[in-house]
């Protein structure tokens, strides 16, 4: 029973133009959720973060949107550069302390 | 400043075996956590420790796992037995606080069981 979605394995975008990586959860308890970058052979690295009370966070080039009614998020990358080829993992928490539940992962390739 | 580090990288071992995989957190990160990662997988939460105590181990799946983090500060996961479906990327994680912080990871250990 997977409490977080990430339904598309994979996602291929041209270089410039704006990538959408979309993320679903069923658990309404959660309310804290990550974005996290993982290249092979390394952990994944932490990109971005929201809380339940917000429903847009921006960090440079990254911006999560989050619809608490879907039970929905997505982060958007844009312009998207060639370094952002990599798995992308939307991750949940309830109350913030507790380990992450991920979903499987959406890898995206930023083509030339 | 250095990540959080683990050690070994790759583990190959033989079933019924057992092993110990280490995790150096950041310093001053109070929080630690376990995850497991098989192919194709997102990270699998196994455990979490607020200083040296596990406040959480829902995730461990049976009694052949058991972690430990004596001295608030490096922590072993211990696999008895170990069996093939064991096998899998174990990620550490630490974090500076208890509430609504982002988690930082290691490298992993990559277990192979024969």
């Known amino acids: 029973d997977q409490q977080v979605k990430q339904n598309s394995p994979s996602l291929s975008v041209q270089e410039g133009r704006i990538s959408i990586l979309n993320c679903d959860y069923t658990n309404s308890m959660f309310d804290y959720f990550l974005w996290y970058k993982k290249y092979p052979a390394e952990g994944p690295t932490f990109l971005i973060s929201?809380?339940?009370?917000?429903d847009k966070n921006e960090d440079g080039r990254f911006t999560v949107f989050l619809n608490k009614s879907a039970k929905h998020l997505s982060l958007h990358i844009v312009p998207s550069q060639p370094g952002d080829s990599a798995v992308y993992f939307c991750a949940a928490s309830e109350g913030g302390a507790d380990g992450l539940t991920f979903g499987k992962g959406t890898h995206l390739i930023i083509q030339p | 400043g250095a990540g959080v580090s683990q050690t070994p990288s790759n583990k190959v071992t033989e079933k019924g075996k057992y092993v110990e995989l280490r995790c150096d957190p950041i310093s001053g990160h109070t929080a630690l956590y376990w995850y497991r990662q098989s192919l194709g997988q997102g990270p699998e939460f196994l455990i979490y420790?607020?200083?040296?105590?596990?406040?959480?181990d829902s995730g461990l799946p049976n009694d052949r796992f058991f972690a430990v983090r004596p001295e608030g500060s490096v922590s072993t996961l211990k696999i008895q037995r170990t069996e093939r479906g064991d096998s899998a990327v174990y990620l550490c994680a630490s974090s500076i606080g208890s509430s609504y912080n982002e988690q930082f990871f290691g490298p992993g250990t990559r277990l192979t069981v024969l």
């Open positions: 929201i809380s339940s009370i917000k």
């Open positions: 420790f607020q200083g040296t105590g596990a406040a959480d």
